[in-house]
């Protein structure tokens, strides 16, 4: 964390009402910052990351839970620096590592979707991360990120049907 995000959170914290502040990200991959792509389940911009008390209440999914949110919402502006991958084989790695326990998510449910759905969901998400959020400023690991996020419920649902 930076010096200057915790100052901002000791200054913020003093007497605020009950509620949330969304902390922006700064997010690299090695040593390359990439500001623009990221979402869906693969990776923020900006996150509630700092509660008063009470303030949230975590779901029970292994990867991304959801997030119950009370209060009001506030934001910081200093980011927080969030070293998301050395490299592509570690971004291969997490996609794997989060497909297998969003399958298990899914199994648990006993609905794992249809797979024309989770098939249109690859180019919906994709399209969104590149040309929405603007992936594409960040030449290959705009396409990367956005290509991943695509995947990520596809593979998932393919591993919650053929896999145990």
């Not at 913020?12 to 509620?19: H, N």
């Not at 990776?43 to 209060?71: C, E, N, T, Y």
């Not at 200093?78 to 790695?93: C, K, L, Y």
């Amino acid at each position: 964390m930076p010096e200057a995000l915790a100052g901002e959170i000791r200054k913020t914290i003093k007497g605020s009402a009950p509620g949330y502040y969304l902390i922006p990200f700064d997010n690299y991959i090695g040593d390359r910052l990439v500001r623009y792509g990221w979402g869906a389940s693969w990776g923020v911009s900006a996150a509630p990351r700092l509660f008063s008390k009470g303030a949230k209440r975590w779901g029970a999914q292994r990867i991304h839970p959801s997030l119950d949110l009370m209060g009001e919402k506030r934001r910081l502006q200093t980011p927080m620096i969030h070293h998301v991958d050395r490299n592509i084989s570690e971004m291969i790695a997490r996609l794997d590592r989060y497909t297998t326990a969003r399958a298990a998510d899914l199994r648990d449910s006993g609905n794992i979707g249809s797979l024309a759905n989770n098939i249109r969901r690859l180019f919906s998400r994709f399209f969104k991360c590149y040309v929405g959020r603007r992936g594409y400023r960040e030449g290959a690991y705009g396409f990367l990120i956005a290509l991943f996020a695509g995947l990520y419920p596809l593979i998932s649902h393919l591993k919650a049907r053929l896999e145990e």
